[in-house]
């Protein structure tokens, strides 16, 4: 009896330790918010393309709002873009932000040819939003290449970071983003369907897209906190 | 050629009845309720078609709100209601004039049957199309003075299209050309009726039933149905405007500007609504020309 | 003398029923051709079979010299009808009438012309009003300017006094007097008042049950009708009626 009581102690305590904040993981999102600290609101022009099975949407000129920490907005001025309620991810401080965490390291992935370390974070507030993260970064250049971020009310987000000439303040030029979609179906005979012999998009895995293409960014000249309202 | 002398004669005729400016006060009427409720009510309009999607996106229901979108609603109304308001006066072109004892003082002058019956089709052809123009005018440049423009999203039973702004326009007017051609059949099909008639309450009832018919037949989606009846049934083909807004995309899953789906689909519902007026013109001419006037 | 109208052998049949049984009659050019018959004679099946409003079973039908079939066009421009009661439409007013029916006659008469036609009838006061504010005496009146407006050879009237009072009866009778006098046209008329008739007719045709009876010039007639023993039709003052009366049974 004592022994198996012992044996269960030692393993709470495997499972305590392992879980517990890496001192290296912390240190690393440390680092990295620290470069990503250096914005603290931009405007960026962009392309945005939508690729979901059961939207057939154009090529959208959009521009992105953000300001620290956690504002961000996409937005269609001149047209109609059903934007993904978990862009808002694409902002990583959403991520680096977080104060009450533990981070550990859980080893190495190569993404678009750049070995990363991959680095798993669970909030332990309740009221947060995200319940865990996985972010990618590349640890010479301090940058995060790939997040995988899981709500509670959105589901999951996989997020893909490409870097160019602001690389040196965390922000992206192209940002591809995966999540879950719900499937979209309408009442028989409500919509009155013009049957031109294309199959239904329904029934195939619901998994949408969106690519963000950057292509001018304006640094810290201040934003209204109405306009994200 | 007498033709035109006596489509000139129909075209006045009709233009002389007040029942004729009904179907225009109607469309009006019609097309600004429509505008009222969606400017009232059009947030939980676009809400029943997007209430799936709430939780997953954002959904920007001022700019889905815009001209172009209530203007799609509102030729929603051309299946149902417009076809009775032709009908109306389609129907009447030779069963009217025959309850009314005018169509033997027409036909004892030097015209022919043939083109007694294609006259007065076509005087019922120029009446849609000036209705559809008339439509035109308060569906679409109305509802874009109310609404204002902006993209245009079409919604499917499976799937929702986005259209810019800029690739719209065009898309209207082949809809409303396309729209006239559904409505031209219809007309076609209550001069065919009214032959038969001595009373044009007969064909205008008659052609509003079929259309309701076909179009139950067609929305039930019963397999039996869907194989035989619906690919050659002219309410499935009278729909096509409706694929002028059904977009292309490619496979990064980008609509195409400018394109159409299935566009050879949409060929084909022309030749088959073409293919309707035909026939049911030469029938409604042969049967004339055989006819005993005896009203 | 020439013929304007040849009719032979005509015959129609409406499933078990036959309407005009094997009739064969001419109508000399310039004459007033009185057809006359009871009530389901066939009269109104044989002059709807003239105006080409019912094809024949049977028989042919040659007008100003043209079989009707293969020269329907040339004929009907130059034929002007008024076939039972004159349905108008009730939207249109007098000289609007007359404007449609005569480009569907062919021809594009002058305002003037029109106006004067319509004076001619006695509707001059009322040219500009709708047909639905007319009696049924002005309608007949409109009804025959709308034969008349292509100024047609043969004019064929069925019953053109219905509605007319006494004074629009004796205006009627001087107008086919004289447009078939003055004017040289010739005029088919049926009509129930067989003292008109007998007053205008030059040539008569009777038939009963779809046959002919009697087709004879108006003079041969009357002498057949006072060789009847009048006494024994004292209620009829007419020769013409009382000999109608004998033919048919009555």
Redesign the interface.
Same mark, same amino acid.
């Not at chain 3, 480009?103 to 062919?106: A, D, E, N």
């Given at each position: 009896m004592k022994k198996i009581i012992l044996a269960l102690f030692s393993l709470l305590l495997l499972v305590a330790a392992a879980q517990a904040s890496d001192p290296t993981a912390v240190a690393l999102l440390a680092s990295v918010k620290k470069k990503y600290d250096l914005v603290n609101d931009y405007s960026a022009r962009a392309r945005l393309v939508t690729n979901v099975i059961f939207i057939k949407a154009p090529v959208s000129q959009v521009t992105v709002y953000y300001r620290k920490p956690d504002q961000l907005l996409v937005k269609n001025e001149k047209g109609i873009s059903f934007i993904p309620k978990g862009t808002v991810h694409i902002n990583m401080n959403n991520v680096l932000g977080l104060t009450n965490f533990e981070a550990v390291l859980s080893g190495t992935e190569t993404v678009d040819g750049v070995l990363c370390t991959v680095v798993k974070i669970f909030p332990l507030s309740e009221e947060e939003s995200i319940t865990r993260a996985t972010l990618y970064i590349d640890p010479t250049q301090l940058l995060v290449r790939r997040s995988v971020v899981s709500t509670k009310e959105s589901g999951t987000y996989s997020i893909k970071m490409k870097y160019g000439s602001y690389s040196w303040c965390g922000l992206p030029s192209e940002v591809a983003m995966e999540f879950n979609t719900r499937d979209y179906k309408l009442p028989k005979g409500t919509t009155l369907d013009y049957d031109n012999g294309t199959p239904k998009a329904s029934g195939l895995p619901q998994k949408g897209k969106v690519l963000i293409q950057y292509q001018a960014y304006t640094l810290n000249k201040g934003l209204p906190a109405s306009l994200f309202r | 050629m007498m033709f035109f002398e006596v489509l000139r004669i129909e075209l006045f005729k009709i233009f002389r009845r007040p029942r004729t400016f009904i179907a225009f006060g109607a469309i009006a009427l019609i097309i600004l309720l429509i505008q009222f409720a969606l400017k009232v009510n059009g947030n939980e309009f676009i809400l029943f078609f997007t209430d799936s999607q709430t939780d997953t996106f954002e959904i920007p229901f001022g700019g889905i709100l815009n001209g172009y979108f209530v203007c799609v609603a509102v030729l929603h109304i051309i299946l149902v209601h417009v076809p009775l308001l032709v009908a109306l006066i389609a129907g009447d072109m030779i069963a009217g004039e025959a309850n009314s004892g005018t169509l033997r003082m027409l036909a004892t002058k030097s015209v022919t049957r043939t083109e007694l019956v294609l006259a007065k089709f076509a005087a019922s052809a120029v009446y849609v199309i000036l209705l559809l123009l008339w439509m035109a005018l308060f569906a679409l440049v109305g509802s874009l003075l109310l609404f204002g423009a902006n993209d245009l999203v079409v919604f499917k039973e499976t799937d929702l299209h986005i259209i810019s702004n800029t690739d719209v326009v065009w898309r209207f007017i082949a809809a409303f050309f396309f729209a006239a051609l559904a409505l031209i059949m219809i007309a076609a099909l209550s001069v065919f009726l009214s032959v038969f008639a001595e009373n044009s309450l007969g064909p205008i009832v008659a052609t509003v039933c079929i259309v309701i018919v076909f179009t139950i037949l067609q929305q039930l989606k019963v397999p039996v149905f869907e194989q035989t009846i619906n690919p050659w049934s002219f309410t499935t083909h009278m729909l096509g405007w409706k694929g002028f807004f059904y977009v292309e995309k490619s496979a990064d899953g980008v609509t195409i500007p400018g394109s159409i789906e299935n566009p050879i689909a949409l060929v084909k519902s022309g030749a088959i609504l073409l293919g309707y007026i035909t026939l049911f013109i030469s029938a409604a001419v042969w049967a004339f020309r055989k006819k005993d006037i005896l009203s | 003398m020439t013929t304007v109208l040849d009719v032979k052998g005509l015959t129609k049949r409406?499933a078990e029923l036959t309407a005009v049984d094997d009739l064969s009659f001419s109508v000399p050019a310039g004459s007033v051709y009185g057809f006359l018959g009871q009530n389901g004679a066939g009269k109104s099946t044989t002059i709807?079979m003239l105006?080409?409003? @019912?094809?024949p079973t049977a028989g042919e039908i040659t007008l100003f010299g043209l079989p009707l079939a293969s020269h329907?066009?040339? @004929?009907?421009?130059k034929?002007g009808?008024i076939?039972?009661?004159?349905?108008?439409?009730?939207?249109?007013n007098g000289v609007?009438h007359l404007r @449609?029916?005569s480009?569907?006659?062919?021809v594009r008469p002058q305002e003037n012309k029109l106006k004067d036609l319509l004076n001619m009838v006695g509707l001059g006061a009322r040219l500009t009003s709708r047909v639905g504010t007319y009696s049924q005496g002005m309608r007949q009146r409109l009804a025959l300017a709308?034969a008349l407006v292509n100024d047609p050879d043969l004019l064929i009237l069925d019953e053109p006094t219905n509605g007319l009072d006494p004074q629009g009866i004796a205006d009627m009778r001087q107008l086919i007097l004289h447009l078939s006098r003055e004017q040289g046209k010739t005029i088919i008329v049926s009509s129930h008042l067989l003292s008109e008739i007998e007053m205008i007719a030059d040539q008569v045709l009777i038939i009963d049950k779809g046959k002919k009876l009697m087709e004879a010039s108006m003079q041969t007639i009357l002498q057949k009708a006072t060789a009847l023993d009048v006494q024994q039709l004292p209620s009829h003052r007419y020769f013409l009626e009382a000999y109608f009366l004998s033919l048919t049974g009555q």
């Open positions: - | - | 409406f709807r105006l080409t409003l @019912i094809s329907r066009f040339d @004929i009907l421009s034929v009808a076939v039972e009661k004159p349905d108008l439409y009730k939207y249109l609007e @449609i029916f480009r569907l006659s062919g709308c």
